[in-house]
């Protein structure tokens, strides 16, 4: 018997997994509340109320072969940059042994860091952010290794394969820097009015014409409304349902090369926002494992 210290059906070994999952317990940036280094563990717990067949897809995930090594070892004395070194490292060995990384954060700093790590390994890696937020500041409290900055430092420092969907927030400095920069993102309330799967198609779309034929999806789970998904650090109301986020998934499956869920802060909710994040990653296995 597999302790529920892992995460649900991840009962291969390494060698022989498909897809790896590991948590990032690390939330030192978190401006408004924290809490998000709760959220591998909660996320873990959570994926046990599943079902492991899914209908959608035929797939039954006990036949899929996933495995768990934990959560990367985040002391309190690491600073941001140490950790997305850990976070590249621990990505680009996923990634070298052809396997499919799903990171379980944590906030949203870390997704740099697998970036890092995607581009190494993939020259035509583009990038798909599920987003209350446009993430684009330079800087924040001080810190350019920031969660409000993880979207300007992919375009500044990586790729401009890159966009980001369900937007509802930002400053006006960061509006004005996507416009000027040809940044590529879709409003919340564009989702609301086309539909996700028009959403994800254009988004794909206009990543393709810049060069991407696979994608990482990052998913910040403060995409999805508040009334959904309460705990996360910096809630934004009038966002996308739980479905849209599964559809974009179903949307980007067939191309994607890997997963981050990330921002979930479990002392901020009664389980709802982790039981949420742990069935968009079980959405998602099931859904590549289909286009494998
Ligand atoms: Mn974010
Ligand atoms: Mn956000």
């Known amino acids: 018997m597999f302790a529920q210290s892992t995460f649900a ?10 897809f790896v999952i590991f948590g990032v317990p690390f939330d030192a940036t978190s401006s408004f509340r924290r809490g ?14 599943f079902e492991t067949y899914n209908d959608y897809y035929g797939v039954d995930l006990t036949d899929v072969d996933m495995h768990d090594p934990g959560d990367l070892d985040i002391t309190p004395d690491l600073r941001a940059g140490d950790v997305l070194c850990m976070v590249e490292n621990a990505v680009a060995g996923i990634l070298a042994d052809s396997k499919i990384p799903i990171v379980l954060g944590g906030e949203h700093t870390l997704t740099y860091g697998c970036i890092r790590a995607f581009l190494d390994a993939f020259d035509d890696l583009g990038i798909i952010i599920l987003d209350a937020h446009l ?14 900055c993880v ?11 890159c966009t980001i969907i369900g937007v509802r927030s930002g400053s006006a400095e960061e509006y004005i820097y996507a416009r000027e920069n040809g940044v590529l993102w879709y409003s919340a309330d564009e989702v609301s009015c086309a539909g996700i799967e ?18 990482h999806l990052s998913i910040d789970l403060d995409v ?11 809630p934004e109301p009038f966002g996308l349902s739980p479905r849209d986020v599964r559809d974009a998934i179903r949307v980007a499956a067939p191309q994607a090369c890997g997963l ?33």
Request: hydrophobic share 35%; proline share 5%.
């Open 9 to 18: 059906d991840a009962r291969s070994l390494y060698k022989d997994a498909l």
């Open 36 to 49: 998000s280094c709760e959220a591998p563990d909660a996320m873990r717990k959570a994926s046990y109320n």
């Open 135 to 148: 993430d684009l500041r330079d800087e924040y409290l001080g810190a350019k290794q920031s969660h409000a």
């Open 151 to 161: 979207s300007r430092n992919i375009i500044d420092d990586l790729t401009d394969r």
């Open 198 to 215: 028009s959403v994800m198609r254009q988004a794909i779309d206009a990543l393709s014409d810049r060069g991407a034929t696979r994608f």
């Open 224 to 234: 999805i409304d508040p009334g959904y998904a309460p705990g996360v650090g910096n």
């Open 260 to 292: 981050d869920v990330v921002e979930i802060s479990p002392p901020h909710d009664n389980g709802e926002s982790a039981i949420i994040g742990a069935r968009l990653v079980r959405e998602f296995i099931a859904a590549r494992v289909t286009h494998l």
